[in-house]
């Protein structure tokens, strides 16, 4: 098992562009997350998935989409960057609720010019 | 929403000591603790959790204590060694909730 991966682990944008962070898991997890961390802020909920074709919002959603088309994949999409959205991002999943262990990806660094 | 306060921002120990890092929550529905562990550069890894039908749990080296009435739960780690530096989050996550809430971090140094 690869369990969470993350691609790509270094990324640099300018202003205004787009892009997708890629998340997949081979562990047959219902429910995946992305978090952002920040300096001396801890861990920060974006978005969540129950399942594939179900997503909800989290503690920061504004700036960012998601979607669930398998139980496999949770890409994130950045569709205007801003330089507030600088941050380590990181995907994790569990098996059902996050009262589940929660395995976490090994992050993408985002650096928004 | 839930709030989660995280003690001390900075801890460092000599080796061999024991370690202890606090954190309080805010929401009593709360019924999910897990601690996490994170290395320089690492992602996050689940090192202990504690649910709020039990007190205290331990793994060898490591312990967490919950008291539900005054809303707070501990990491306690002993005979500290030079590899337990990293930055330890606590989490708290109330059942009915898909979204934990989590401490802003404690970074543990470790001296040898």
């Known amino acids: 098992n690869a369990g969470v991966t993350q691609t790509p682990k270094f990324q640099v944008l300018k202003t205004g562009q787009s892009m997708t962070l890629q998340c997949a898991q081979d562990?047959?997890?219902?429910?995946m997350s992305w978090y952002r961390q920040d300096p001396g802020m801890g861990l920060r909920l974006i978005h969540y998935s129950v399942g594939a074709g179900i997503t909800d919002q989290g503690e920061v959603p504004n700036g960012y989409n998601v979607s669930r088309s398998t139980t496999e994949d949770f890409p994130l999409r950045l569709l205007s960057a801003a330089p507030s959205q600088t941050s380590v991002y990181f995907c994790a999943s569990s098996p059902g609720l996050p009262t589940d262990t929660q395995y976490f990806g090994p992050g993408t660094r985002l650096t928004v010019l | 929403g839930e709030n989660v306060e995280q003690h001390p921002s900075t801890l460092s120990v000599q080796e061999g000591d024991s370690a202890v890092i606090k954190c309080t929550y805010s929401?009593?529905?709360?019924?999910?603790f897990p601690w996490y562990k994170q290395e320089l550069g690492k992602r996050p890894q689940l090192i202990i959790d504690?649910?709020?039908?039990?007190g205290e749990k331990k793994d060898q080296r490591i312990a967490v204590t919950l008291n539900k009435t005054a809303k707070h739960f501990s990491l306690h780690i002993t005979e500290t060694q030079p590899e337990d530096s990293a930055v330890y989050f606590c989490?708290?996550?109330?059942?009915?909730?898909?979204?934990?809430?989590f401490g802003r971090g404690t970074s543990l140094i470790v001296h040898p």
């Open positions: 929401d009593s529905a709360s019924n999910y």
């Open positions: 562990m047959n997890h219902e429910y």
């Open positions: 989490a708290a996550i109330r059942g009915a909730s898909y979204i934990p809430t």
């Open positions: 504690i649910r709020s039908n039990v």
